[in-house]
């Protein structure tokens, strides 16, 4: 037995696989939540301390995204060599302390530094808990699991629009930062003290001894793999539209359709917990139509990815900010159906020694395009466009111009299909 396969849980029962895949549910939403607070309260921040658009985009996507998507690298390297559980524990602190220092910045530069300290943390949440999840979960139940761990995201975005919000409509938008660092310090209390770390490949019988894993392996595994290269530009493309729209929902229906702070979390944040049936929905449906026929894992990605498109252009054009809130009701129910279904195939294709980083490398350019470049290319747009129109309607046209990345998105899901058709017939039998 390798240094890796010597885990003191070597044979975890089902009940601890749900006690993991709950807990690290709770970290994934407060990371979520944490991130949110920003797009939500940007309007707020905005008139406080004199930003423009692009400087908001700069703060809520590219500069976030950097760093983000960078030390996840290094940091998943290392969960795959640790104890991955209390890896992830220490990265919940590091993001929940930065988040609570993001409400006494006093400028620009103040707040960058904040939300810097805020990707640094939240880079190493992630990938981890995918391999955690692999290693608690069997091959043909890893959609599910993973599309419930999902659910995570919309939960976390409704928390923190709608708990931002209220709290900066009665307290003030520094406030709202600083009141809601502080689950995430009881969530990383909780993972090391319920969730133990699982034997790396457990349940992966196939797979030959587990090994310490050399620099780049995961890397040359991605390139070998038409499946992965097109989900990770995919899932890429999915992310530039998908964090572009999500950073500027808010500000849309505050500055184009007249709504006010308050209203966003009454009617813009129970919205975001529709998310929740797609994330579910997605995962079942890939695990249910997979057995038989793998590709499922791409379709399911494809279809729902184009679905959203009309509807979020319908929102964006409607005439009344209750008319967009209607309308994004659907591409909100659908934007996390790809998740499960993707991130499953993904950890299905890799070994289990470099799951994290494999998950870790598509991340990287995932978060870089989506969330680096999703709100920062929409707020220049807008800056642009406000010299020959109105701020409001600047705003909408720049988003509509994103809606375009959920249509290459789909094609790129679909192409994967057809690879993943010839790449993993052995899926089926997983």
């Not at 709608?162 to 689950?183: D, E, H, T």
């Not at 997979?290 to 054009?317: E, K, S």
């Not at 009344?320 to 129910?333: D, E, K, M, Q, R």
Request: aromatic content about 10%; glycine content about 10%; some cysteine.
């Amino acid at each position: 037995m390798t240094q890796l396969d010597a885990s003191r849980d070597a044979d975890a029962p089902a009940g601890r696989a749900w006690t993991a895949l709950i807990v690290l549910g709770v970290v994934y939403l407060i990371n979520f939540m944490d991130r949110q607070l920003f797009a939500v309260l940007q309007e707020d921040i905005r008139a406080d301390l004199g930003l423009n658009d692009t400087q908001l985009a700069l703060l809520g996507g590219t500069m976030f995204a950097v760093f983000y998507a960078t030390l996840g690298l290094p940091l998943a390297w290392l969960a795959d060599r640790t104890n991955r559980v209390r890896l992830i524990a220490a990265c919940c602190v590091v993001w929940s302390a930065f988040t609570a220092l993001s409400g006494l910045a006093a400028g620009f530069w103040q707040m960058a530094l904040a939300r810097i300290g805020v990707a640094s943390g939240e880079a190493g949440g992630v990938a981890p808990s995918y391999a955690v999840i692999s290693d608690y979960f069997p091959a043909g139940r890893r959609g599910l699991a993973i599309g419930l761990f999902s659910i995570g995201a919309p939960l976390g975005i409704a928390a923190g629009s709608a708990l931002g919000a209220l709290i900066a409509a009665a307290l003030g938008w520094r406030w709202a930062f600083m009141l809601l660092a502080r689950p995430g310090l009881g969530a990383a209390l909780a993972l090391v003290l319920l969730v133990r770390e699982p034997r790396r490949g457990r349940l992966d019988p196939a797979v030959e001894a587990i090994s310490i894993p050399r620099p780049f392996d995961a890397a040359r595994a991605i390139l070998a793999s038409p499946t992965l290269i097109l989900l990770t530009l995919g899932a890429a493309a999915t992310s530039f539209a998908g964090y572009g729209m999500y950073q500027w929902l808010p500000s849309f229906l505050i500055r184009s359709q007249g709504l006010v702070m308050a209203e966003i979390g009454q009617f813009l944040a129970p919205l975001f917990l529709l998310g929740v049936l797609g994330a579910i929905g997605g995962g079942w449906l890939a695990d249910r139509f997979g057995r038989t026929h793998p590709a499922a894992y791409a379709l399911i990605p494809a279809v729902t990815v184009l679905a959203m498109a009309p509807f979020f252009l319908a929102a964006l054009m409607a005439d009344s900010g209750y008319a967009s809130l209607v309308l994004l009701a659907v591409p909100i129910s659908l934007a996390y159906a790809w998740l499960g279904p993707g991130l499953a195939a993904v950890q299905t294709l890799s070994r289990p020694e470099h799951r994290a980083t494999t998950a870790a490398i598509i991340a990287f350019f995932n978060n870089l395009i989506g969330i680096g470049l999703g709100p920062l290319a929409i707020g220049a747009v807008s800056d642009f466009l406000k010299n020959h129109m109105s701020e409001g309607d600047a705003l909408r046209y720049a988003l509509m111009a994103g809606v375009a990345m959920f249509l290459i998105a789909s094609g790129l899901f679909f192409a994967a299909a057809a690879t993943m058709r010839r790449e993993v017939p052995a899926l089926a039998k997983a």
